[in-house]
Each structure stands twice: as C-alpha cells, then as structure tokens.
T-cell receptor, first 112, second 118 residues
Framework: LAKTTQPISMDSYEGQEVNITCSHNNIATNDYITWYQQFPSQGPRFIIQ???TKVTNEVASLFIPADRKSSTLSLPRVSLSDTAVYYCLVGDMDQAGTALIFGKGTILSVSS | GAVVSQHPSWVICKSGTSVKIECRSLDFQATTMFWYRQFPKQSLMLMATSNEGSKATYEQGVEKDKFLINHASLTLSTLTVTSAHPEDSSFYICSALGASGGPSGELFFGEGSRLTVL
C-alpha cells in the first residue's frame, strides 16, 4: 500500500483558499486517491476521490499531476467549520477487501 | 448517501469486563468491514479486516483473542473487547466498503465509539 506524506498542520483565515498537498511516490496503477475530513470524536467523512487530472465537487477540488506521485486538495473560501484533520489515502478501492491505511493527516486551523 | 452506524456511541466499563460494539451498514450490503482504533491526537490505526462469513484478518500487533470480530451478515459486524483494561480506552471506528448492490469505490465510516475503561 502506498505511503502518504502530508504537512502536519496548516493555518488559514476565513474566506481564503486552502491547498493541502499529499505525496504518494509509490502509488500503484490501480490506486485511487481519496481525501477524508475528520472532526474530533467523529468518524472520517469522505470529501473527494480521484484517479488523475482534476476532480471537482460541491465542496472541494482535487488536482492530480500526470505522474500521480502527489495530489492537492483545494478548499475554496474556507470557513471556521472547516477546521479539522484532513487525510489523504491511496488504495485500490475496487479491490474487495483492500483497507485504507491512514497517515498522520493535516490539521487545518481556520481563524476569523 | 450510504450510512454506517455504530452503537454505542460511547461506553464506560469496569476493568476486566467485555464490551461489544456494533457496526451496521444501513442502506447497502458490505461484504467487507474494517475496524480502526484512534488514540487522542493520533491517526486512525487499522486493527482488522472483517469479511462476511469468514474469520477476520488482524493487523500485526493486534490480539485476535482480545478483540473478537464477528461479521455474521452483510450489514453487521461486531467488535468485542474482552477483559478490557484502561489501556484499551480509545475511539473505535468501523468502516464499510460498498459492494455489489451499493455504492462502490468509496469507504464509508461510522460515527465512532468512545470506550473508557475504568
């Protein structure tokens, strides 16, 4: 399973765009990149998933370069409620039984 | 979206007792469920992979006789912490992978269960 590396923490202000980059140099051909958000004492919540290029949904965008060795989660105009831990996970989601291994995650703190 | 529910949300027990935590996929069938443990200010640590109708696969360092996992149906997996001790106090989170008949390619997480052993 590909190992991921993220910044330990990031600080931002309300209304700013936040970009969190994740490195996954050993990503396999069948691996997808998935980002989760976790608030204290809650289970992780799915944010976005992608395989290559760019994916956008109602809450975030995910940018993946051609070599797929890294990915960037982009949160537009963050608010105080976006303060959470963000995890980048890499794995073959279509392979039944494949668990996702969590790295240390990035603690995002949003201030007013 | 798909929902995974855990029960209880929190539990306090005396040392030496056993505690059972349930994980249910509410609107889809999950042939595979995963159990994680999370200590304060740390990341989630995978404990075991639970497959419906077969024995669970435990990660290295996780005692299978202490953390009993049963996945008797496509919508229910249980984790029983046997003879719990204070060091077992943690946040336990289950997750389920969408299988046929449900959303695939996405891992859904339960709300977590906070265990405190006195």
């Amino acid at each position: 399973l590909a190992k991921t590396t993220q910044p330990i923490s990031m600080d931002s202000y309300e209304g700013q765009e936040v970009n969190i980059t994740c490195s996954h140099n050993n990503i396999a051909t069948n691996d997808y990149i998935t980002w989760y958000q976790q608030f204290p004492s809650q289970g992780p919540r799915f944010i976005i998933q992608g395989y290559k290029t760019k994916v956008t949904n109602e809450v975030a965008s995910l940018f993946i370069p051609a070599d797929r060795k890294s990915s960037t989660l982009s949160l537009p105009r963050v608010s105080l409620s976006d303060t959470a831990v963000y995890y980048c996970l890499v794995g073959d989601m279509d392979q039944a039984g494949t668990a996702l291994i969590f790295g240390k995650g990035t603690i995002l703190s949003v201030s007013s | 979206g798909a929902v995974v529910s855990q029960h209880p949300s929190w539990v306090i027990c005396k040392s030496g007792t056993s505690v059972k935590i349930e994980c249910r996929s509410l609107d889809f069938q999950a042939t595979t469920m995963f159990w994680y443990r999370q200590f304060p200010k740390q990341s989630l640590m995978l404990m075991a992979t639970s497959n419906e109708g077969s024995k669970a696969t435990y990660e290295q360092g996780v005692e299978k006789d202490k953390f009993l996992i049963n996945h008797a149906s496509l919508t229910l997996s249980t984790l029983t912490v046997t003879s719990a001790h204070p060091e077992d106090s943690s946040f336990y989170i289950c997750s389920a992978l969408g299988a046929s008949g449900g959303p695939s390619g996405e891992l859904f997480f339960g709300e977590g269960s906070r265990l405190t052993v006195l």
